[in-house]
């Protein structure tokens, strides 16, 4: 079951990739990034409102201001930069490459944060993995594209949004229904990405059938299907391993924009990905270090708890 959440987690998360570029040929991206948590926003909150009343009892203030800072985090800060970056041309595979260096941060600040430390072997996978994003980016950037240069360092910030969402829910105390927290999550994106969008006046779709193509895609594929199984890999399988996979967002959102928008693909491409995949089975087969480390067994994984409890990850 872990190994196939991880499969789709990675093709889900990649299409929010595509999504971003199927909606910037016809919109703004404040106005695809409106519409897509708008109406889903709205859809949540009857649902909730209707039929799961149950799951928000007990969500205290604390709880439901911790979500909404994450959900600007997660969702606000990362998806902007990234749709600013391909709209500004950056390819779809680059973009996505430039969010794989997140494994690598994340390794970095988990020892300190969450007593969570990175085997010697994982290392040396992350390490293969950043080979594979160096090149795959050193592709892109010479293929004479006529980018910016400043138009790559965009979707760093974004990342570093991820990352602080990432650590700030890991590091919670209480344990958040997931429903709970996507819907917060959702309104949080809705309710800023429609201020943003007024002030700019982006407010108005475009009447085309393409845009709201664009919309359902990432409603269905990239918010229900990439982030909510982010959040679901990440408490199954702890912070390092969640964050390995990033590494093969680049060239399977590389193949993506190949068949379907003829973004190049060549052997430097090919290559990050060989890369990237070494470098995933490297960090899943590692052992890890650490506070709640122990030996694996068949109902526990090896991976050490991202916070505090084992029982409340394993709800």
Not at 29 to 50: D, E, I, K, M, S
Not at 107 to 115: E, M, R, S
Not at 161 to 173: C, D, G, H, I, Q
Request: glycine share 12%.
């Amino acid at each position: 079951m872990n190994a196939f959440l991880a499969v789709l987690f990675v093709v889900c998360w990649s299409s929010g990739f595509i999504g971003a570029k199927l909606g910037a040929g016809d919109a703004s991206p404040l106005t695809v990034l409106t519409w897509r948590f708008l109406p889903l926003a709205v859809a949540l909150a009857l649902a909730a409102a209707l039929f799961d009343r149950a799951r928000w009892r007990g969500l205290g203030s604390r709880a439901f201001g911790r979500q909404v800072t994450v959900g600007a985090l997660s969702q606000t800060g990362y998806l902007l930069t990234v749709y600013q970056a391909i709209g500004l041309g950056v390819s779809t595979g680059t973009t996505a490459l430039i969010d794989g260096t997140q494994p690598l941060v994340v390794a970095v600040l988990a020892g300190p944060l969450l007593g969570q430390y990175v085997a010697p072997r994982q290392w040396w996978g992350l390490l293969l993995g950043l080979a594979g994003v160096v090149i795959v980016t050193a592709g892109d950037a010479t293929s004479g594209s006529g980018v910016s240069w400043w138009a790559y360092l965009v979707p760093f910030a974004g990342m570093l949004s991820l990352v602080a969402a990432t650590f700030l829910e890991s590091r919670s105390p209480t344990d958040t229904d997931p429903v709970v927290s996507m819907t917060v999550h959702c309104a949080t994106s809705a309710v800023l990405f429609t201020a943003l969008a007024a002030c700019a006046g982006q407010v108005s779709p475009p009447p085309t059938a393409s845009f709201w193509w664009s919309v359902a895609w990432l409603i269905g594929l990239s918010t229900f299907g990439g982030y909510g199984l982010y959040w679901l890999v990440l408490r199954r399988s702890g912070v390092t391993r969640v964050n390995a996979l990033m590494f093969l967002m680049a060239p399977v959102t590389a193949i993506w924009g190949t068949v379907m928008f003829g973004e190049p693909f060549g052997i430097l491409t090919a290559l990050g990905l060989l890369l990237g995949l070494g470098a995933v089975a490297l960090v899943f087969r590692a052992q890890p270090r650490g506070r709640g480390a122990g030996t694996p067994t068949d109902e526990q994984s090896p991976e050490p708890e991202v916070v505090r409890g084992s029982a409340r990850l394993r709800r």
